[in-house]
T-cell receptor, first 116, second 113 residues
């Protein structure tokens, strides 16, 4: 199984809502990532989890809250978002962060988020 | 500091033409990795290839080929006999050992029938 799955595919939410994005992989990868991608731009790294511990937070506002319940699951909790947070949110995983042998990241299909 | 440049913002070709996507990278490390990803309209980034800095052999996979030249810090990607299904945004990326990915801005390829 070389797949990263993400739910939901689309999400529309108001600025006062609370929602969560989910990501799952069963490749035995120990590093998982959240990226944000605006239209016509490359993905921007938000968070990195390594062995279920948050290792990088790229100065992301606190209205985005990541969670890694176990080595296969990654969540992104959303609260009080702004319209400018509308974007494609991509989850990725890799064997590990430091392995030189196989550090390519595998991406999920993304969640297209619209904040009204 | 790391940086990836993809000078071609958009390319349009007619089906069956060959097309080369350019990628130039900057890094001070001697150990680093280069990648190409394809992002079709559906949104998912599809991994195409990984190269490490010690392996300058060119690679061919079907209609795809990659030319890695350390002397010019380039890692170019050629699609031979392009097809409409090749239409996508292609990202070149680079990372150093244990570090984050740095993506280039992407090249949007349109293959017209």
């Amino acid at each position: 199984d070389t797949e990263v799955t993400q739910t939901p595919k689309h999400l529309v939410m108001g600025m006062t809502n609370k929602k969560s994005l989910k990501c799952e992989q069963h490749m035995g990868h120990r590093a998982m990532y959240w990226y944000k991608q605006k239209a016509k731009k490359p993905p921007e790294l938000m968070f990195v989890y390594s062995y279920e511990k948050l290792s990088i937070n790229e100065s992301v506002p606190s209205r985005f809250s990541p969670e890694c319940p176990n080595s296969s699951l990654l969540n992104l909790h959303l609260h009080a978002l702004q319209p400018e947070d509308s974007a494609l949110y991509l989850c990725a995983s890799s064997l590990s962060r430091s392995s030189g042998r196989s550090n390519e990241q595998f991406f999920g299909p993304g969640t297209r988020l619209t904040v009204l | 500091a790391q940086k990836v440049t993809q000078a071609q913002t958009e390319i349009s070709v007619v089906e069956k033409e060959d097309v080369t996507l350019d990628c130039v990278y900057e890094t001070r490390d001697t150990t680093y990795y280069l990648f190409w990803y394809k992002q079709p309209p559906s949104g998912e980034l599809v991994f195409l290839i990984r190269r490490n800095s010690f392996d300058e052999q060119n690679e061919i996979s079907g209609r795809y080929s990659w030319n890695f030249q350390k002397s010019t810090s380039s890692f170019n990607f050629t699609i031979t006999a392009s097809q409409v299904v090749d239409s996508a945004v292609y990202f070149c990326a680079q990372n150093n050992y244990g570090q984050n990915f740095v993506f280039g801005p992407g090249t949007r390829l349109s293959v017209l029938p």
